[in-house]
């Protein structure tokens, strides 16, 4: 079973990770393969893993240098987006190169963190944003990476693994009413979830 939080016994040392380093990073790029999704002209949601939240607490650790001391952080940051077994939860970028496009964008799409819905078998799933902080300002603007959770019950999680029928994830957002298709790769490894 697919552990549901990284404990500090599976944080290599800094020294240990420089020399995996790469290899991890080719690894999790694999993995993350089939572990995404486009919607609309501007979104991606990145379906986590307690794989792809290891590799994130490593890469930040990696990165900050923090040592030990930083550790404690990085998990109360990371840990709350490994799904726990009946949900699949997804980091949505509204990724937008130019900054005078973005700011404009972002404006127009306040409140989209509550209006992200995954839809199997006819049946519409509503994300949850995750709670940590505002993901809207009051003046209408998004932020552009939004935390969003996606809780299925049995009979979802039993559709969804199937593999009959089509499996929606899109935005009902009035300014940004967009839909995709999950492809069969994407929803055959993210079946994994569901354990």
Known sequence: MTPRAIEVSAILPLTEYVKV?????????????????EV?????????????MLHQVHE?????????????????????LIPQGSELVATVMFEIDDPVRRA???????GVEQQAFIRVDGEVI?????????????DGKASS????????????????????GDVVVGFDHPNYGHMAVMPQAVRHALSADFS
Do not use: H
């Open 60 to 80: 930040m650790l990696f990165i900050e240098k923090g040592g030990p001391a930083q550790i404690p952080d990085e998990l109360a940051a990371y840990n709350p």
């Open 21 to 37: 380093r790469a290899e991890r990073r080719r690894q999790i790029s694999e993995i993350k393969k089939n572990r995404r999704l």
């Open 145 to 164: 990476v939004q935390f969003i959770r996606f809780a299925f019950t049995a009979a979802q999680v039993a559709a969804f693994r199937s593999g009959a």
């Open 104 to 110: 404009r964008v972002l404006a127009t799409l306040g």
């Open 126 to 138: 509503r994300g949850v944003p995750e709670d940590d902080q505002e993901r809207s300002r009051e």
């Open 40 to 52: 609309g002209p501007f979104a991606t949601f990145y379906f986590e893993s307690y794989e792809t």
